[in-house]
């Protein structure tokens, strides 16, 4: 077998055991991926919620390579998976593995999975609206759509909502907040009635 060429019955989805050594290899791979984590996003917070079972990592993997990771919750009224952070590591990058690792999700879920990403037309940087263009690009490609007029900001950054299965008609505001609180309120404080707003 090539390189490039997966056999998608070799790679699953493993659960990151829930201990001080996993959690920070975890969050090392995400400080890399997800910049802002390390000095905005509140990273204890979400170990907490992680630690209680809120929050669900995992691995892509064949059993003894980590090929990415994801962070997700449960979303039961909608009976789809929010995923907070999605990546392939960078020596697998453009090979299939992203599309794999959403394929692995979506089999986790009822009807699908709702996730974020930073909108392009808030970067004056050429390279970032770059980057952030194509992340679009690829989740178009595999069967998501940005839900139209939702543009909001978390902690700062402009971010648009994309999901892959018919949603109802909502407040997204209001529904973001509810799925963040589910994280934030660990600590007994509803965090995203401030942190998330509507642009």
């Known amino acids: 077998m090539k390189k490039n ?9 493993q659960e ?8 920070r290899m975890l969050f090392d791979y995400a400080y890399i991926d997800f910049p ?13 919620a992680i630690k209680k079972g809120v929050l669900h ?9 980590v090929y990415g990771y994801a962070l997700y919750q449960n979303v039961p009224e909608l009976k789809c998976i929010h995923v907070l952070f999605l990546a392939i590591l960078p020596p697998h990058r ?11 999700l979506k089999q986790l879920s009822g009807n699908g999975l ?29 069967g998501f759509h940005l839900i139209p007029d939702v543009k909001l900001s ?14 109802p008609n909502q407040d997204w505001l209001l529904f973001h907040r509810k799925l963040y609180n589910r994280v934030y309120r660990i600590y007994g404080v509803s965090l995203s009635t401030f942190s998330l707003k509507k642009r």
């Open 5 to 13: 060429e997966w056999s998608h019955d070799d790679i699953y989805l």
């Open 16 to 23: 990151v055991p829930i201990d001080k050594s996993n959690l």
């Open 36 to 48: 802002f984590l390390k000095d905005t996003f509140p990273s204890k917070i979400v170990k907490s």
């Open 57 to 65: 990592p995992v691995y892509l993997t064949n059993g003894s390579e």
């Open 94 to 104: 453009s090979s299939g593995l992203g599309s794999i690792l959403l394929e692995r």
């Open 114 to 142: 709702i996730l974020e990403v930073e909108d392009p037309e808030t970067t004056d940087s050429d390279e970032e609206l770059s980057i952030r263009t194509r992340r679009i690009h690829f989740y178009e490609r595999n």
């Open 154 to 167: 978390h902690f700062g950054y402009a971010i648009q909502v994309m999901t892959d299965f018919n949603h």
